[in-house]
């Protein structure tokens, strides 16, 4: 691990290989001439040794027990791949503008997550500035990138990365992700990153040529587990920690969304998520901005974000699957065939009003009980939304919702979403209706490991019983297809699209009972087969909202079952443009087919 720092002029390389007797440094430059240099260990299994008259830009390798020359498991930056060696990084050269920057209140964020290489046609992190000030128009003030750290080739997801401390060198490197979070920062927009702790990618591991990172006991379905709780894991856990902390200090990130953590396994008395939470904490105190934890979860579990004294994990919130799968469904027939434990509207109020749909029932999809109650917690706790990178890109076609369902559905969707006591968060894209695909794509330069991915893609459609074969990963038409259409924001039905998001988003931030997340004070009620009635007061009642849903291809003719007698409600939104100004309580409304509407009223 090179810290990036010159201590007494001499720059300190570090690298953790507990059952290795040597570690040789091996500088490449052509001014050291292939230099090597043999390191000292410590009794934590640690080697060190400091350098004289090494400089930022320098590359080298790590040799250990007198074999072959690896890069640093804990490089910086990874310039010629995933192969070559690595680079130093002098942190301290760049000049951060953001001093001012206090980060946001989570409950007021509304996410935006994009992948890097298809959000402009250059696909680096300095070609999305200039997008940003629109994207702040439109309301967004947090982005999720899709993972950023070293992956083989120049196009992946993210989630086969094998430097978790590298900087992707085809985006633009730690040079161009500072700016990024920079810009953003300036623009009133956070920046969260998505990082994989579950697993490593195949192509360019060389970990387990240093020491035992991955377990003997666990397997993910997606390679080897990291080793959080066997011999040697405190080094592994330290590595994983110390990079939260990493993308916090040195890249002044606001946020990380953890992948798939029920695929991290830990059965130490003390978790890995006691320790990470006790390690924020220091770090926040120290720094005095915040540093929110994300966690994607299959589990339907409360533990996850509830705080380690009440034995939960600690997150400050997660993804909530079932709120999509029961929305979904709602609006795409379709969706019936791969979500087969949905399909009922009560699944999707109890989404809105107490979390979790899967709370211990029976669930087909996984031959067994499922998830536990989630009533109470917070709603700033769940993220919500109707696509993420998943949604599209395991779909054979690549197909987001805006090729599936019509723009009045879109509509009804974004409200559901964004009216929701929740927080809430699009995809790249999703505001104006773009209908480019998100495929999923690669670029492995091993054909072993691209064959084998290939196939392992196609038994996973199988199993969902898609009639259609997935294009081929590694063509590099599959990524440029995927590459957003930004200028189609400004024209036709994606305009329309754009606005009503831009509406929903400021009645969202200038109505204090749909900024109220707390979910004390919330109810779902059923208009016959296909209506929703959400209603919200304020701790004395004075006042009073209700958000009207038509999840149906006919008019639905019902009237507002709130106000106690007392009118008349007001109109806040109206998806179709044809809902009254003013309605008494009682009186029978007429929502169109898809319509939503939002009314309040003041006692």
Not at 142 to 169: K, S, T
Request: hydrophobic residues 35%.
């Amino acid at each position: 691990m090179n810290t990036g720092a010159d201590h007494s002029k001499a720059r300190i390389f570090s690298v953790w290989a507990p059952e290795k007797k040597t570690m040789t440094l091996h500088l490449t430059g052509p001014r050291d001439a292939g230099r090597d240099i043999v390191m000292q260990k410590d009794p934590a299994g640690y080697f060190h040794i400091g350098v004289e008259g090494v400089k930022a830009g320098d590359r080298y390798f790590f040799t250990p027990d007198k074999g072959k020359r690896y890069p640093d498991p804990a490089s910086h930056y990874q310039p010629e791949g995933v192969h070559g060696p690595s680079e130093i990084v002098d942190h301290a050269r760049y000049a951060w503008k953001d001093e001012d920057w206090k980060g946001l209140p989570f409950a007021d964020l509304i996410f935006y997550e994009l992948h890097v290489g298809t959000f402009t046609p250059e696909g680096t992190f300095e070609s999305m500035i200039p997008r940003l000030e629109e994207l702040a128009a439109t309301g967004i003030n947090a982005i999720e990138l899709m993972p950023v750290a070293q992956c083989p080739g120049n196009r992946n997801w993210g989630y086969d990365a094998v430097y978790p401390y590298a900087v992707q060198n085809s985006y633009g490197g730690p040079e161009g992700l500072k700016k990024l979070v920079d810009a953003c920062h300036r623009c009133g927009i956070a920046v969260f990153l998505d990082v994989v702790y579950n697993h490593m990618g195949a192509e360019g591991n060389y970990l387990p040529f240093f020491g035992p990172y991955f377990s003997t006991t666990y397997r993910t379905p997606w390679g080897d587990a990291l080793n959080f709780d066997g011999p040697w894991s405190d080094g592994v856990r330290q590595y994983v920690i110390g990079n939260v902390l990493y993308w916090a200090e040195y890249y002044h990130v606001d946020g990380l969304r953890l992948d798939a953590i029920h695929e991290i396994f830990d059965r130490n008395a003390i978790s890995i998520w006691e320790d990470l939470q006790k390690a924020v904490k220091t770090w926040q105190e120290g720094s005095g901005r915040p540093l929110y934890l994300v966690a994607e979860s299959d589990l339907n579990s409360p533990r996850v974000v509830r705080s380690p004294d009440q034995g939960g994990y600690g997150f400050d919130a997660q993804w909530m699957d079932d709120f999509h799968h029961a929305l979904y469904v709602l609006l795409d027939e379709e969706g019936r065939k791969h979500y087969q434990d949905f399909g009922r509207l009560e699944q999707f109020a109890k989404a809105y009003t107490e979390g979790f749909v899967h709370t211990g029932e029976y669930v087909w999809f996984r031959h067994r009980k499922h998830g536990a109650g989630s009533a109470g917690i917070n709603g700033e706790k769940f993220i919500v939304f109707n696509q993420n990178h998943d949604l599209p890109g395991n779909r054979p076609g690549g197909e987001r919702l805006s090729v599936l369902v019509d723009i009045e559905r879109l509509k009804l969707a974004a409200a559901a979403v964004l009216l929701s006591p929740y927080v809430p968060l699009l995809f790249m894209g999703e505001e104006y209706g773009e209908e480019a695909p998100f495929y999923f794509f690669s670029d492995y330069g091993d054909p072993d490991i691209a064959a084998g991915l290939s196939e392992g893609r196609k038994k996973q459609f199988a199993a969902f019983e898609w009639e259609e074969v997935p294009p081929d990963s590694q063509d590099e038409a599959v990524f440029t297809r995927s590459k957003l259409q930004w200028e189609r924001r400004n024209s036709g039905k994606h305009r329309v699209l754009l606005e009503w998001h831009r509406q929903l988003i400021a009645l969202r931030r200038g109505e204090p009972l749909l900024r109220d997340l707390s979910r004390d004070r919330i109810r779902a009620d059923l208009l016959g087969t296909a209506g929703l009635a959400v209603h919200r007061h304020s701790t004395d009642g004075s006042r009073q909202l209700v958000c009207l849903f038509n999840f149906s291809k006919e008019e639905l003719r019902a009237a507002i079952p709130y106000g106690g007698g007392q009118g008349p409600w007001t109109r806040q939104l109206d998806a179709g443009d044809t809902l009254p100004e003013r309605v008494a309580t009682g009186e029978t409304l007429r929502l169109p087919p898809w319509g939503a509407g939002v009314y309040t009223l003041n006692l």
